[in-house]
């Protein structure tokens, strides 16, 4: 079946830093979402991407759909300790039984006031 | 404007017992799925629905049963809870090609 690989697992990283993670896979998606899962609670929807080379912006979120539609990454820029939370991408193709999510693994990111 | 809802947030079971978690959304999406989380094992699809009257098998379905009530519900349930399925399962909705919306979980233990 389909797998994603994201990586980094976790980070811990200065207040201020900017924070770089990514999403691979060996087949190819029509849709990458990014989600943000606070502590206790369930998944956020950060960014969508629709298209392959496609770039999207969200506040100091950055993401891009890779141009081989097998890969996105996800920036942030001047982390903030509300920045804290386990980071997951997502792949989605859609219609039938392939309309569902695969989900990475996470990036559990960490910030140091 | 409550999303998905799951009841109930927290729950601990003996081995053996069974019970029911309920979901349900108010965005009249179509397609409603059950996810398990792990620690370091992400999110693992269980059951979904990809339409009111429809069920399909996911990743990890065994032990498991749903029932998708009508289009607003979509419930999973254990009959014999085992410590293996001690997790936070998460209920999630979707539309179109549009991400899921998730409920806030409910974390099972299982003893």
């Known amino acids: 079946g389909q797998q994603l690989n994201q990586s980094p697992q976790s980070m811990f990283i200065q207040e201020g830093e900017d924070v770089s993670m990514n999403c691979t896979s060996s087949?190819?998606?029509?849709?990458w979402l990014w989600y943000k899962q606070d502590p206790g609670e369930g998944p956020v929807l950060l960014i969508a991407?629709?298209?392959?080379?496609e770039l999207t912006s969200n506040g100091r979120l950055t993401a891009q759909f890779g141009i081989t539609r097998k890969d996105s990454f996800l920036n942030i820029s001047a982390s903030i300790p509300s920045d804290v939370g386990i980071y997951f991408c997502a792949g989605l193709n859609y219609g039938g039984s392939q309309g569902n999510l695969i989900f990475g693994k996470g990036t559990k990111l960490s910030v140091k006031p | 404007n409550a999303g998905v809802t799951q009841t109930p947030k927290f729950q601990v079971l003996k081995t053996g017992q069974s019970m029911t978690l309920q979901c349900a959304q108010d965005m009249n999406h179509n397609s409603m799925y059950w996810y398990r989380q792990d620690p370091g094992m992400g999110l693992r699809l269980i059951y979904y629905?990809?339409?009111?009257?429809?069920?399909d098998k996911g990743e990890v379905p065994n032990g498991y049963n749903v029932s998708r009530l009508n289009k607003r519900e979509f419930s999973l349930r254990l009959e014999s809870a085992a410590p293996s399925q001690t997790s936070v399962y998460f209920c999630?909705?979707?539309?179109?090609?549009?991400?899921?919306?998730f409920g806030s979980g409910t974390r099972l233990t299982v003893v």
């Open positions: 991407l629709y298209k392959a080379g």
């Open positions: 999630a909705s979707r539309q179109g090609s549009f991400g899921y919306t």
């Open positions: 629905s990809a339409s009111e009257g429809t069920t």
């Open positions: 087949s190819i998606f029509n849709t």
